[in-house]
């Protein structure tokens, strides 16, 4: 990739920025518009501001689900890296951009937000007595003084086991609006965990942001952590 002297470059080492972090904490973005995860970044007592992007979240063919995750979560950190450095008063660096994704994948399928009704139902029958798994991947792209980025990436991998939903628990679940926004039609930090008999790996992972990971890997470029 050719870049100018002004162009932002990709470090060639991630660790090379190791020996320059200061007590201070980069100024921190988050590329999303979910509410779980501001709130469970927020749980990490770090102070960001919420960047709001458009990213095409298109699969592309052939894609595994684990590729696909990761590159959407890099696609948001990028979007939001290069819209910082778009506005006419570049942030101070070192600043960093953090982006995620999840998805739900059940037997090979990735199940997305529903359409509607017939399609949450037809989700919520699949995951139905059955272990699914829930990735979420983080990337945080970490601008450096020199005028160079580097990134940062994470994938957790939960499994999650539902006990039989009942054909009248699908129609109330669907009516109570939970599932409608949510990936696999169920958010586990809601009504939706009467359906969860068993998990295994990260539950805050489930809900949109594994704050173990996103806490180690913050930790790793300088960022201290407050009650």
């Not at 696909?68 to 960093?96: C, E, N, T, W």
């Not at 994470?154 to 699908?170: C, D, G, L, M, N």
Request: contains cysteine.
């Amino acid at each position: 990739m050719k870049t100018s002297a002004n162009t932002p470059r990709p470090l060639g080492s991630p660790t090379s920025f190791q020996s320059n972090l200061s007590s201070v904490s980069p100024a921190l973005y988050l590329a999303s518009q979910s509410p779980r995860r501001v709130e469970l970044l927020q749980q990490l007592g770090l102070q960001f501001e919420k960047l709001c992007l458009d990213v095409d979240e298109a699969r592309n063919s052939g894609e595994l689900p684990e590729d696909f995750v990761g590159r959407l979560g890099l696609d948001k950190a990028m979007a939001g890296y290069r819209a910082l450095i778009d506005q006419p008063s570049l942030p101070h660096a070192p600043f960093a951009v953090l982006g995620a994704d999840t998805i739900v994948v059940c037997e090979g399928d990735i199940l997305g937000k529903p359409t509607g009704e017939a399609d949450a139902a037809q989700m919520l029958r699949r995951l139905s007595g059955r272990t699914h798994s829930v990735y979420t991947s983080v990337s945080v792209i970490l601008s450096h003084v020199s005028g160079e980025y580097s990134v940062h990436s994470v994938t957790s991998k939960t499994q999650v086991t539902f006990r039989t939903i009942e054909p009248a628990e699908v129609q109330w679940y669907w009516h109570s609006g939970e599932p409608t926004d949510k990936a696999g039609a169920y958010g586990i930090q809601g009504l939706g965990a009467i359906f969860v008999s068993r998990i295994e790996g990260s539950y805050s992972g489930v809900v949109g942001l594994p704050l173990f990971e996103t806490s180690q890997l913050l930790s790793d470029l300088g960022f201290h952590f407050k009650s």
